[in-house]
């Protein structure tokens, strides 16, 4: 039976795990939590920390594996990249894998290929904060060098706010870096790109709105189709594109981040080797009729990905809007009661909807992907009425926090 080795087990992986098994393969997941609900769903579950590379390549030859793929896990990409190299898979190989996790790397590939984006500098200790402040300027983004979901990402203000939050940026780190990065003011983008042999192919670019403050980086909001239009669009479907083909993607999903700044430029934030988290695979699926973890499992095992599966096969608007904090629909303090689901997933347009809030958790401010606590998508002729859906639906959940 073809085998396929999923490296990480979370929330998100867990929906793949049970489509590769729909699909008759045989599952391998390796995730270090006993607890993670993907090993469930596995047909071979090993507790394993992915990111002991030696030990998932033990994992991998011991069972027998035909490809290897990871969803939603950023720091997984390296990983999948290694084993697959190692046991003569098909992958995006090492160089690839560390460009598209090392935002440093990332930046000077994107560079030196003439591409539109943020000045940056790196940093590893408060002895390099006086030449990043020289480089970049203010208001600056400051992030790990190679984390995700949002984890230590700060708008700095000033060098005293760099100094502040410098320490944590570079705890979240695995190799102790982290980037300045000239703050983009704009409307920012995600892309998904399908690359086969070499021919990178715009699926999708939708709106991804923030919240203001300290979670100004969190996605609470996608919106699809995106807002902007014209030649602005037209130069950011191209830096979509040419930025995968910059880092070297052969046969890959790619997850391009934009932003569309008011004079009418584009700036990539980051790139991705991935199936994003937030729901992107289900906005896809909605929005063009083309499902993400089908093409991933064809292209982890070699096998053709043909047009009829990459290409949009329709174009519908649609909105998500996630379950986060006020000014989002919940409030802040310990969760005392979960209402049922049932109200919005009948609510008018909604497609699909879930809800991750347990009795006993603490809802917090949003500042990062992990505080978004379900999602809403809802469909309509337009973007913007599937928003006003998608915001209503939202509202129907009734969540008690403790006084």
């Known amino acids: 039976m073809t085998t396929v080795l999923?490296?990480?087990?979370?929330?998100h992986q867990r929906r793949a795990i049970e489509q590769a098994r729909a699909r008759g393969l045989r599952v391998v997941a390796v995730d270090?939590?006993?607890?993670?609900?993907?090993?469930?769903a596995a047909d071979i579950a090993e507790v394993v920390d992915f990111m002991e590379i030696d030990a998932v390549v033990a994992v991998a030859r011991r069972v027998g594996v035909d490809g290897v793929l990871t969803v939603s896990a950023d720091r997984a990409v390296p990983v999948v990249a290694a084993v697959a190299e190692e046991l003569g898979l098909p992958g995006i190989g090492r160089k690839a894998a560390h460009l598209l996790t090392h935002k440093l790397a990332m930046r000077s590939a994107l560079g030196a290929r003439g591409l539109?984006?943020?000045?940056?500098?790196?940093?590893?200790?408060?002895?390099?904060?006086?030449?990043?402040?020289?480089?970049?300027?203010?208001?600056?983004?400051?992030?790990?060098?190679?984390?995700?979901?949002?984890?230590?990402?700060?708008?700095?203000?000033?060098?005293?706010?760099?100094?502040?939050?410098?320490?944590?940026?570079?705890?979240?780190?695995?190799?102790?870096?982290?980037?300045?990065?000239?703050?983009?003011?704009?409307?920012?983008?995600?892309?998904?790109?399908i690359a086969r042999g070499g021919e990178p192919v715009l699926v999708t670019l939708s709106d991804r709105l923030r919240p203001p403050g300290i979670?100004?980086?969190?996605?609470?909001?996608?919106?699809?189709?995106?807002?902007?239009?014209?030649?602005?669009?037209?130069?950011?479907?191209r830096a979509a594109v040419e930025c995968v083909r910059a880092l070297g993607l052969s046969d890959a999903i790619a997850f391009p981040q934009l932003i569309a700044s008011p004079d009418g430029g584009v700036a990539v934030v980051e790139v991705a080797a991935r199936i994003p988290g937030g729901q992107m695979a289900d906005l896809v699926r909605h929005a063009v009729g083309v499902d993400l973890v089908e093409v991933a499992l064809r292209q982890a095992l070699g096998e053709e990905v043909p047009d009829e599966i990459a290409r949009p096969r329709f174009r519908q608007p649609l909105a998500i809007r996630f379950f986060t904090a006020q000014p989002g629909p919940l409030p802040t303090g310990e969760v005392v009661h979960v209402g049922s689901l049932d109200p919005v997933l009948s609510a008018e347009g909604v497609v699909q909807a879930d809800t991750y809030l347990q009795v006993g958790e603490t809802i917090r401010p949003v500042r990062r992907d992990g505080d978004r606590r379900g999602y809403v998508i809802a469909v309509a002729d337009t973007p913007s009425e599937?928003?006003?859906?998608?915001?209503?639906?939202?509202?129907?959940?009734?969540?008690?926090?403790?006084?």
């Open 6 to 11: 999923f490296v990480g087990a979370g929330r």
């Open 386 to 403: 599937a928003l006003i859906r998608a915001e209503h639906a939202a509202g129907r959940l009734e969540v008690e926090v403790a006084p």
């Open 32 to 40: 270090r939590n006993p607890d993670a609900p993907g090993l469930v």
């Open 215 to 237: 979670g100004f980086g969190v996605g609470w909001i996608h919106v699809y189709p995106p807002s902007v239009n014209g030649d602005q669009l037209a130069l950011s479907e």
């Open 116 to 193: 539109p984006q943020p000045s940056f500098a790196g940093l590893g200790s408060e002895r390099d904060v006086d030449t990043a402040l020289a480089a970049v300027g203010l208001p600056a983004v400051l992030k790990p060098v190679d984390s995700g979901g949002q984890r230590a990402v700060f708008r700095i203000e000033s060098r005293a706010e760099l100094e502040r939050d410098l320490s944590e940026a570079l705890a979240e780190s695995p190799t102790g870096e982290a980037i300045l990065e000239g703050f983009v003011e704009g409307v920012e983008m995600n892309g998904i790109v």
